[in-house]
């Protein structure tokens, strides 16, 4: 992997009539160094493979029979919760019992609820590289995180999956001297972002990115600005920057390199992804709840419909939370379960594709790798 910093121009500022200008932020998972990735004890780095590929890339092992309705042991391993999950098994030596089978095949299979099945990645590896690392960078650009499930296994889930686990009630939290054990807010202003760039498509011959998606307030290279499909809307990406910077009075550039990505399709899948994230602020809520028949099935990164009466009527009926941190209450507060609920993604300031958790109030120290 090139150290250099090709295809990259400085810093500059934005200036937008009537509102705030701000810097560019820009995002480079081979080197941000702001937060260490979250650790695994699985994997000790005295025995951990390095990944190597030559060719035209890695066909799909035997633990692919089955699970979908296309895919066999002889096609092109391109979907990237497959190829995490060949590292892990032909690479890192792990089996089924170490792998939430379904989890991987509701992500990248055929039958999830919103899979990342034209998630297509493709990638030169001209040097050996740490197979975790390479495991970082592709849920930084596939927009998916993995966690340690409740029975020890690894679990990947896309975070534009909304199918609900569980939903919430008043009922359900714990009370402390009368009063609902709860907290409701919103993201801060600081982490939003309304202009956003993707560069992709890198020449290793040039060492530089070839191709470039945008969405900007006035303009976009997507071969479609009609969020319909995404989250329901029906209004376009440039009117959601325009909405983002006229109602938090600034212009906030985010632009991202991806060593993964080389079609338009998945550069746009991406692009709209990240502005559907970060354009707006969102909620997150810290609650304690009682034991019960719902609350016990819950693992870090479900989704849940957070129906509290102090979360607003519209964000109750319009957004699902992840379980962004799961605490069993211990002795000290018997049956009780404290929650971590977030409706917004992982901040992409993060070390090499791990995601980091930048919102400040709230700890997320148990999601892992």
């Given at each position: 992997?090139?150290?250099?910093?090709p295809?990259?121009?400085?810093?500059?500022?934005?200036?937008?009539?009537?509102?705030?200008?701000?810097?560019?932020?820009?995002?480079?998972?081979?080197?941000?160094?702001?937060?260490?990735?979250?650790?695994?004890?699985?994997?000790?780095?005295?025995?951990l493979?390095?990944?190597?590929?030559?060719?035209?890339?890695?066909?799909?092992?035997?633990?692919?029979?089955?699970?979908?309705?296309?895919?066999?042991?002889?096609?092109?391993?391109?979907?990237?919760?497959?190829?995490?999950?060949?590292?892990?098994?032909?690479?890192?030596?792990?089996?089924?019992?170490?792998?939430?089978?379904?989890?991987?095949?509701?992500?990248?299979?055929?039958?999830?609820?919103?899979?990342?099945t034209?998630?297509?990645?493709?990638?030169?590896?001209?040097?050996?590289?740490?197979?975790?690392?390479?495991?970082?960078?592709?849920?930084?650009?596939a927009?998916?995180?993995?966690?340690?499930?409740?029975?020890?296994?690894?679990?990947?889930?896309?975070?534009?999956?909304?199918?609900?686990?569980?939903?919430?009630?008043?009922s359900?939290?714990?009370?402390?001297?009368?009063?609902?054990?709860i907290?409701?807010?919103?993201t801060?202003?600081?982490?939003?972002?309304?202009?956003?760039?993707?560069?992709?498509?890198?020449?290793?011959?040039k060492?530089?990115?070839?191709?470039?998606?945008?969405?900007?307030?006035?303009?976009?290279?997507?071969?479609?600005?009609?969020?319909?499909?995404?989250?329901?809307?029906?209004?376009?990406?440039t009117?959601?920057?325009?909405?983002?910077?006229?109602?938090?009075?600034?212009?906030?550039?985010?632009?991202?390199?991806?060593?993964?990505?080389?079609?338009?399709?998945?550069?746009?899948l991406?692009?709209?992804?990240?502005?559907?994230?970060?354009?707006?602020?969102?909620w997150?809520?810290?609650?304690?709840?009682?034991?019960?028949?719902?609350?016990l099935?819950?693992?870090?990164?479900?989704?849940?419909?957070?129906?509290?009466?102090?979360?607003?009527?519209?964000?109750?009926?319009?957004?699902?939370?992840?379980?962004?941190?799961?605490?069993?209450?211990?002795?000290?507060?018997?049956?009780?379960?404290?929650?971590?609920?977030?409706?917004?993604?992982?901040?992409?300031?993060?070390?090499?594709?791990?995601?980091?958790?930048?919102?400040?109030?709230?700890?997320?120290?148990?999601?892992?790798?």
């Open positions: 992997m090139p150290n250099g910093r295809g990259r121009g400085g810093s500059t500022n934005i200036a937008t009539t009537g509102r705030r200008t701000s810097g560019v932020r820009r995002i480079d998972p081979e080197e941000t160094t702001q937060f260490d990735p979250p650790k695994n004890e699985r994997f000790q780095n005295d025995a493979a390095d990944v190597f590929c030559y060719g035209k890339g890695r066909k799909y092992g035997s633990f692919i029979t089955g699970r979908t309705a296309t895919l066999t042991t002889s096609s092109l391993n391109e979907n990237p919760a497959y190829i995490i999950e060949s590292i892990f098994r032909e690479l890192l030596g792990l089996q089924d019992a170490d792998i939430d089978n379904a989890a991987f095949d509701a992500v990248g299979g055929d039958s999830g609820l919103r899979d990342h034209a998630w297509k990645f493709a990638r030169s590896l001209n040097q050996a590289d740490d197979s975790l690392s390479v495991i970082h960078s592709i849920c930084e650009s927009g998916v995180v993995l966690v340690e499930s409740a029975a020890g296994k690894e679990r990947l889930v896309a975070l534009d999956s909304y199918e609900q686990q569980a939903d919430l009630r008043d359900d939290l714990a009370t402390e001297n009368g009063k609902p054990l907290r409701v807010r919103q801060p202003v600081g982490n939003i972002r309304n202009e956003f760039y993707l560069n992709y498509c890198y020449d290793y011959g060492g530089s990115f070839t191709k470039q998606r945008y969405v900007t307030a006035d303009a976009t290279n997507m071969a479609s600005d009609t969020r319909a499909n995404d989250d329901g809307s029906g209004a376009a990406y009117t959601l920057c325009d909405t983002s910077q006229t109602l938090y009075n600034k212009v906030d550039r985010l632009m991202v390199d991806s060593m993964w990505i080389r079609s338009e399709t998945v550069a746009d991406y692009l709209k992804w990240l502005a559907n994230w970060l354009a707006i602020r969102r997150e809520c810290s609650a304690t709840v009682m034991y019960n028949e719902k609350t099935k819950l693992e870090l990164m479900d989704s849940v419909r957070a129906g509290f009466s102090l979360v607003p009527s519209s964000v109750r009926s319009n957004n699902t939370f992840f379980v962004t941190g799961l605490t069993d209450g211990g002795l000290a507060r018997p049956f009780r379960i404290d929650l971590e609920l977030s409706a917004c993604p992982f901040f992409f300031m993060a070390a090499q594709g791990g995601y980091g958790f930048n919102y400040g109030e709230t700890g997320y120290g148990n999601v892992q790798l």
